[in-house]
């Protein structure tokens, strides 16, 4: 069983910066695509940025510049570093793994609230 545990969610201020972080298990993270999406209120969710095995990224063009996407194979976790954080910004991340084999990901994790607000 995959479980994907995200962290790091929270409030913070325009202009500021978090961190999230997203732990996998099972024998999977070396293989898939490791991403991070959002949900905002009465939207669809969208791809924020995702990562394959070889460290080849993809971002939204909202985020360009502003959000960095990481993995780390030794300790099975992908981390999405936001800065210059704004409050469209705002939404519930989840993480997601994807096959190669596959168009939209396989497994999600339950979610972490970000807000951006003053």
């Known amino acids: 069983q995959v479980q994907l545990v995200e962290s790091g969610g929270g409030l913070v201020q325009p202009g500021g910066a978090l961190r999230l972080s997203c732990a996998a298990s099972?024998?999977?993270?070396?293989?898939?695509?490791m991403g991070w999406y959002r949900q905002a209120p009465g939207s669809e969710r969208e791809l924020v940025a995702d990562?394959?095995?070889?460290?080849?990224?993809n971002y939204a063009d909202s985020v360009k510049g502003r959000f960095t996407i990481s993995r780390d194979n030794a300790k099975n976790t992908v981390y999405l570093q936001m800065s210059s954080l704004k409050p469209e910004d705002t939404a519930a991340y989840y993480c997601?793994?994807?096959?190669?084999?596959?168009?939209?990901?396989?497994?999600w994790g339950q979610g972490t609230q970000v807000t951006v607000s003053s």
């Open positions: 990562i394959r095995s070889d460290e080849n990224t």
């Open positions: 099972g024998n999977i993270f070396r293989r898939y695509v």
């Open positions: 997601s793994a994807r096959s190669v084999f596959s168009t939209r990901p396989d497994y």
